[in-house]
Structures are given as C-alpha cells and as structure tokens.
C-alpha cells in the first residue's frame, strides 16, 4: 500500500507529559492520525498519515443517522532494545473485517492494516511512554460519509487511526474491581450485533454501568437476553472463572466479542495443562460456587486493562466475595506472562508480536 507521510511542523506539535504516571487513558492524542478513503469502483484510496485534527463531515453522513461504524483497540509497547511492538494486531484486523461485513461495510486486507498502524507508530515514535504497564493506545475506525438519507448501505467510507500514550485503564491500577450483575438490561442479544465492536454496542451499555456506578461499581455483569440466567461479559471485557481446578468462559455464540486477550488466556492455559472450559455458566452457578468456596477466582480480559481481577459480585442485594477480595494466583500468572511477551520480556512462542521497524 502506497502511504504519503505528512508530519506536523514542530510549531504544532504537542508536549508528551513527562511523567508517566499522570497519563491515565484516552485523555491525550499523539501528533499524527492515518485517514484513507473507499468508494464504489476505486475502493480504498489515498492513504496518508496527516497531522491530527479535527474531520469534515457532512451533517448527512449515513453514520450519523444509520450507525454504520466499527472500531479496533491494539497497543504498541517499547520492547527490548528500544524495540517497537504491537501484540497481536493480525487478530484485531482480522475481527474487523468480520464487523465490518456483519454491517455491510467494506473490509480492508489485515495487511493493509498492519501497514497503516506501523507507518502512525513510526511517525510517532516519540510518544510511546517506557514505564511498566504504559503503551500507547491505538484505535482504527471505520465509518459511513455518503451524505445520503435512507437505510441501506453506504457507498462511502472513511478510515482513520488516531493513538494516544496511556497508563491504567482503572484508576486503581490491578486492584480487584466490584461488579453488579445487571438484571434489567442486557448488551447485546443472539443473531444481533454483539460479536461485532460498533459503537452501538456500547452506547447501549451506558446507562446500566452509569448506575451501577452511581451505587459504588465499577462495572456490570451481562446475562444473557433471552432469560438473565447465564453470564456473557462484564463490562467491557470478557469474563474467567477459576472454580476448583477447572478455568472457564462463556462459549461464543454470536452475542460475546471475541477479544484478542481471551484468546490469548484461553492459548496459555491449554499450554500449561490447566483444565479449560468454554461452556455456559449461569449466573446461580457462580452464586454457588462463591458460597461453598469452589471459586476461587474471577477475572475480566481486555486489551485496555489486560487482566482485571474481580474482587466482588452483588447479585439480587446479595455481596459475593471472591477470593477475600484480592488479586489471584491465576490471574496473577496470566498478568506477568501477557505482559512480559507484550514488553519482550518473555519469549514469543506464538509469533504474537510484531515488530514495527
């Protein structure tokens, strides 16, 4: 893919904050984004990376009346050497094209895509933070701009990445998080969109985690929408449960997304010989197994947070603690070797990561 490459003059370049700590996530923007264009009969076209600024959108654009938009979240990391690192991109290029053809979208190759994220990175650089548990966030999205009105699928599209240096995603860094299992609403529904990462999705999920927060939460449980029984997600993120010996997660079945962390937990696992179980769980199982003190552990997986331990889970007024409340053995484990492949600090026996020269 030919890309042109417009850098900001240094008049308009940003500072990175020099103390890492302070970064928090999402909140800051590097110097640069990538666009490229798609039309019917030329297809993609005019990759470039571009100073970072505002877009122009015509208040028509069908994203803004249809939804038709999708989205990515990677990570590059400093590695050894200097070296700079994305942790499974392939995965993440490959999950957007299967979100864009469930919304009658374009795909673009996973080629493609890793070119273009590589040629941001490089321009940017400089804004990789080196801290421990510090990366910088990056986030492709696809979206509708024929400025056109009626529900169909748009002949036009746009394509940009925009990154950003981030720290933790919760402010508490790997402390355990409290979650409400949420038994009004649900995310998504089987045969609906919820295997695809569109907006829609989460903007459907703000009021229940705006109310469980309210209540001293920090995220939700989802149940499934057919009956509220079995669990499905937490959060954002994909859910483990360590009961006994037996390491499980809901199947995919249409209504969970498929993260690239789940996949790279339930990877590990098989290797070390753990048992591990993609099956549903319902919600009355988990509440069990906490009472008779089978579970031993609960934990979400994402790539924002990697690994966030549960600590609680209230359910019916019900306050269930996990593990005394603390971080486990297992997640603990899945942490260290994650992050030490994502860093370079523990062999790559997967051929996970890739370098951007």
Known sequence: MDISVHLAAESQRKRRPADDSSLGFG???????????????????????????????????????????IFEGLKAYRGAGESICLFRPRMNFERLNRSAARLCMPEIPPDDQIEAVSALVRADRDWIPSSRGTSLYIRPVVMATEPALGVRPAAEYLYFIIAGPVGNYYSRGFDPVRILVEQRFV????????????????????????????????????????????????????????????????????????????????RLAREWGWKVS????????????????SMREVFGTGTAAVISPVGSLSYKGEEITIGGGRMGEVAGKLYAEITGIQYGEVPDRYGWVHKVA
Request: proline share 6%; aromatic share 8%; hydrophobic share 40%.
């Open 278 to 293: 993609e099956r549903p769980i319902g919600i009355e199982e988990v509440r069990k197994a906490a009472a008779d003190g």
């Open 187 to 266: 995310r998504a529904a089987r045969g609906g969109v919820g295997e695809a990462k569109t907006g829609g999705n989460y903007a459907a999920s703000l009021l229940a985690a705006k109310k469980a927060k309210e209540k001293g939460y920090d995220q939700v449980l989802w149940l499934d929408a057919g009956r509220l029984e079995y669990v499905e997600e937490v959060g954002t993120m994909n859910i483990f449960f360590v009961m006994d010996d037996e390491l499980v997660t809901p199947p995919l079945t249409g209504s969970i997304l498929p993260g690239v962390t789940r996949d790279s937990v339930l």
């Open 27 to 69: 909140k800051i923007f590097s110097d640069h984004m990538f666009l490229m264009e798609y039309s019917n009969g030329p297809g993609w076209h005019n990759a470039r990376v571009v100073p970072y600024g505002p877009l122009s959108l015509d208040p028509a654009a069908m994203v803004l009346h249809y939804g038709q938009e």
